[in-house]
């Protein structure tokens, strides 16, 4: 599912080692922060589309558009991009799953982006990847073929999904959901996709998405099932080793999982024994939507320990972000990464990956004021080399959300921290938000926290702390003068993201955070209500300006 539709060469270093025991060649403090891309099949082809509605449908279109796909991320900080081959079928004439054109009649039945796929088979392209991979290693950029271990997409079209999914039932949790990993068969039916895709390509390395989609047993079946997908992870890597071998350079094994090794276990995905045991070389921890989680590096690496030691742990953020669940979710923008990447950094990530940001690198990326005028965020290419830039992240605007983790086991205790009850006559509502490291005492901060549409949310009072230090109180944001923007909830989660914080909330509270009281990592930040009717808070953001003369605008 995508959100929008609108480098530098590989480093010297390497972020992976080989074995259990190998030591991990991690950049160096002042080095550039990996960038990894993931690029979903759709996205793939939403490139070559463009480029024939443009110029026609022909091969020498097709070709140079590809090119072009990959050459676009030449310097923009981009290091590593991630193929995604597939959704319940696969972009290319594979020899053991369907492809988006294996249907009975394809003329009609395969319609929207896979239709591209089609068109490019009558071309005689029957595998795009094929060019994409290396083109990409010829441009400096690592490839890497990415799998969706499970794909939620249109599994109740036959047209867009596996024959087996479709016509086994017996096959799938709760037979009308995903397909379900305690069947043999179903293990099969991926690993073979693994073994083929090592097999065809020159990659440097595999990743196992588990977080498209992470339903992958009945819930009294997930004690058992850790067992099955940990034998399943090892063959996978027997697989890459033996791809390696045959190449003759290490060709690594990535596992994309939920955001804290707690969520992972409890899902079925024990990744830190994958790790421990030389399983996996990389573990991506990620949630399912929104972006700019508060990722437990540090965890991590601790549960890991030194048995583990070179399995590099990588940080994903999406294309947009949000506080609270089934709320509005903001667009991911510059800003937000330089937080994100301040954050992770910090905390000893060993690089950046970015899910469902596949438009075009030039792409310009679009804010708005409260009056609904649209303002320029820079190119997605900016975006990209924020993600890449480690000093800069600390230098430039930073904005860190209190975003939500949304990729969750059952039965967990984690309970996101907005939205927070505020009463008069209630102890402060209280959040802790991680910022990496602290802004120079120069710097402008200001606390944005959006308030629900409640009775008196215009004249309720208010009182913010940070560390204990009190926090000047500033004019709130305007209010939207667009009857849509002003929406208390969204209609469902297809709403478009919102562009303004004023837009987020009816009424967004603003105060001046004393540069000085800010400290590395966490942050207690206190809000205490002192007058007015019972209120909600649905949204908290800061915002670290070192270079601000004057509050930039939200």
């Known amino acids: 599912m995508t959100c929008f539709r609108t480098v530098l060469t590989v480093p010297a270093f390497c972020l992976v080692a080989s074995g259990a025991g190998a030591q991990s060649d991690r950049p160096a403090s002042g080095a550039p922060m990996p960038v990894l891309v993931n690029m979903a099949a759709d996205g793939v082809v939403h490139f070559v589309a463009h480029q024939f509605r443009k110029e026609g449908t022909n091969r020498a279109v097709a070709e140079a558009a590809l090119d072009r796909e990959v050459d676009q991320y030449v310097d923009t900080g981009v290091s590593h991009l991630f193929w995604n081959v597939n959704y319940q079928r696969v972009g290319y004439n594979s020899r053991i799953w369907p492809s988006y054109w294996d249907v009975p009649d394809p003329e009609t039945q395969v319609t929207e982006w896979p239709r591209t796929y089609y068109l490019l088979h009558k071309l005689g392209i029957d595998d795009v990847f094929a060019r994409l991979i290396p083109r990409s290693r010829a441009k400096g950029i690592s490839p890497w073929i990415s799998l969706r271990m499970n794909d939620h997409h249109y599994f109740n079209d036959f047209s867009r999904v596996s024959p087996l999914l479709f016509n086994h039932p017996e096959l799938r949790v709760n037979r009308n959901g995903l397909f379900n990993y305690a069947k043999p068969e179903v293990r099969d039916h991926y690993m073979k996709l693994i073994a083929e895709v090592l097999e065809r390509y020159d990659i440097d390395g595999v990743e196992l998405d588990w977080i498209r989609t992470p339903n992958n047993f009945h819930a009294h079946e997930l004690d058992a ?49 994958w790790a421990r045991d030389g399983l996996v070389d990389m573990i991506v921890a990620s949630d399912f939507w929104s972006g700019c989680g508060d990722f437990p590096i540090e965890r991590w690496r601790a549960q890991i320990g030194p048995d583990g030691a070179a399995c590099t742990i990588i940080a994903c953020t999406q294309c947009t972000y949000s506080c609270v669940p089934k709320g509005f979710q903001f667009v991911h923008n510059v800003a937000s990464q330089r ?48 993600a890449a830039d480690r000093e800069g992240a600390s230098s430039g605007r930073r904005l860190h959300p209190l975003a939500l983790h949304d990729c969750l086991p059952d039965k967990t205790d984690y309970r996101p921290q907005l939205p927070a009850a505020t009463a008069a006559d209630k102890p402060a509502a209280s959040f802790r938000l991680h910022i990496g490291p602290p802004p120079a005492a120069s710097a402008s901060c200001r606390l944005f926290i959006g308030l629900y549409a409640t009775n008196g949310v215009e004249s309720a009072q208010f009182a913010a702390r940070v560390n204990g230090t009190a926090c000047k109180p500033l004019p709130g944001l305007p209010r939207p003068e667009n009857p849509e923007h002003l929406k208390p909830q969204p209609d469902n989660w297809m709403t478009p993201p919102r562009r303004n914080l004023s837009e987020l909330a009816a009424r967004v509270l603003v105060f001046d955070a004393p540069a000085a009281a800010l400290t590395r990592g966490y942050n207690a930040i206190e809000l205490a209500q002192t007058g007015g009717l019972p209120q909600t808070a649905t949204w908290l953001e800061l915002e670290i300006d070192p270079a601000a003369t004057e509050p930039a605008k939200p």
Do not use: C
């Open 339 to 386: 937080g994100f990447t301040a954050s992770m950094a910090d905390r000893g990530a060993d690089g950046i990956y970015l899910f469902n940001l596949f438009s075009a690198v030039s792409g310009i990326r679009r804010m708005r004021t409260p009056e609904g005028k649209t303002v320029e965020d820079g190119t997605l290419a900016d975006l990209f080399r924020a």
């Open 225 to 273: 099932g850790r067992e099955v997908l940990t034998a399943f992870v090892r063959e996978a890597h027997r697989h890459t080793r033996a791809a390696a071998q045959r190449l003759g350079h290490p060709v690594k094994l990535a596992a994309r999982v939920p955001a804290t090794p707690e969520f992972a276990y409890k899902k079925g995905f024990d990744a830190v024994r």
